[in-house]
């Protein structure tokens, strides 16, 4: 059987605590649960603006579960610092706008080479694997390869936003074309945002994907049937 690995992004856990800046839910009782229930990493993106998950909460999940942590961030020498600071596992470089309500599509990477290549270099230096955020375009996979990434995490966004409509169909064909030439450049692939229990499958299917990265749809779920059952059920789904 092929393994897709599933990263659980319990980002909205967060939101869900500072929304009343509590302790609770938990981060860590979260992360305990997502390894305990088939999720083969926790995915946390710690933005500029810490509107959800805080540096704390990286640290604590770090120490106090054994367990593979994949972050996201922006590239900024900020983030690098916390990223070194910290040791995750792996590293997805994202892009971050202050207003937007959630990742708005994939690096845009023109002109930012020598910026981008220090700081993959740094990461790659210090043990920890660093994937680009990039939408299904030749041009923005090759380039995160020239600079050094040694993964492409595919933005799913305009997929999922087609479920269901005629464009459905071409935004697979692209995330597939896409796939085959991260695979040629022999770089690990992973895709995500707005993969849900629906829409899951044909990404899962892709030739040589490595690894899913899903978080709201999860979490959602989650609120009806508990962390365990929702992980437990992608995971199946990605099978
Ligand atoms: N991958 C990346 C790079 C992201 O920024 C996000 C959102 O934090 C996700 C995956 C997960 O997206 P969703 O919450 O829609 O599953």
């Known amino acids: ?12 856990v967060a939101t869900l605590r500072q929304a009343r800046g509590e302790k609770n839910p938990d981060t860590v009782e979260a992360a305990r649960v997502v390894y305990g ?46 990223a070194l600071k910290y040791k995750p596992d792996s590293v ?23 910026e981008l290549e220090k700081i993959i270099k740094n990461l ?17 996979i090759r380039a995160a390869h020239n600079m050094g990434a040694d993964a492409i995490e595919l933005c799913t966004s305009k997929y999922s936003e087609a479920w269901g409509k005629k464009l459905q169909a071409k935004e697979l064909e692209k995330l597939q074309l896409a796939g085959f030439l991260v695979k040629e450049l022999d770089m ?5 945002h707005g993969l849900d229990y629906y829409n899951v499958a044909p990404v899962a299917r892709i030739e040589g994907m490595d ?20 992980v437990g059920e992608m995971k199946r789904l990605i099978q």
């Open 1 to 12: 059987m092929r393994h897709v690995k599933l990263g659980v992004n319990i980002d909205h």
């Open 37 to 82: 229930s088939g999720g083969d990493m926790v995915v946390m993106h710690l933005r500029q603006d810490r509107r959800h998950i805080q540096d704390s909460d990286l640290e604590r999940v770090r120490h106090e579960v054994k367990g593979l942590i994949h972050l996201e961030m922006a590239a900024t020498a900020e983030m690098e610092k916390v």
């Open 92 to 114: 997805c470089l994202v892009p971050e706008g202050p207003r937007e309500l959630t990742t708005q599509g994939g690096m845009k990477l023109d002109g930012r080479k020598p």
């Open 124 to 140: 790659s230096g210090a043990g920890i694997e660093v994937s680009v955020f990039a939408d299904p375009e030749p041009g923005a």
């Open 188 to 192: 690990e692939l992973h895709a995500g």
């Open 211 to 230: 690894c899913l990265n899903i978080g709201f749809s999860i979490i959602s779920r989650a609120v009806f049937v508990g962390l365990k059952t929702a």
